[in-house]
């Protein structure tokens, strides 16, 4: 085994392991009743998080990727395109209740009702997001049917992959409280499994 491929396997396993352990940290926080006050400074410092959740993202895609690569090389990539390019509008959400927050904090100039009237007046603003936004769940249930189908790992791996794809835009986008917590606990245990096998299976990544 190479020194290049084992070092990018240990890297996408432990990216994996990490999102996974924040997915089961908004989960339990969710659970427990934690429900802080959106701030601006709250807010901002979720804004700075957001290019290394989606670091950690990329980096566990890349090794679903190669362990598809012998059965499904094309179906991987697609899936991984798309779950990245949907995660890319969280940007634009961490902004939209960075005006939420002002608006709750009666900020001089900035009206109550500011990101309803944007929404009313710029419909366009919403159908940029939500379309983009399911390319997420779409591209995550791509990459959780062909885990199941070809098997590389255990089915459960793919099974719980795809339950919480699933479930993300309707605990997200329609607000079904157990659906958000279910989806972060069912992705969290396929990522954890998904980074294990990477990490202990070098021939999973065509490692040798």
Known sequence: MT???????????????????????????????????????????????APLVALLLAGGLVGVTQLLRDRADRTGLLGAALSLLGWTIGARIIALRQLQALSALDVPGVPADATQKLLEFAPIVFVSIVPIGLLYPIGMTILGVALFVTRPVPRWIGASWIAGAILFPVGRAIGVIWAFNASDLLLGAAFLGAGWMILKQPRLTGAS
């Open 3 to 49: 020194t290049e491929s084992n070092r990018r396997r240990t890297l996408s396993a432990l990216a994996f392991f990490l999102f996974a352990l924040l997915l089961f940290a908004s989960a339990i926080a969710h659970l427990a009743g934690y429900n802080p006050r959106l701030t601006p400074t709250r807010i901002a410092v979720s804004g700075f998080l």
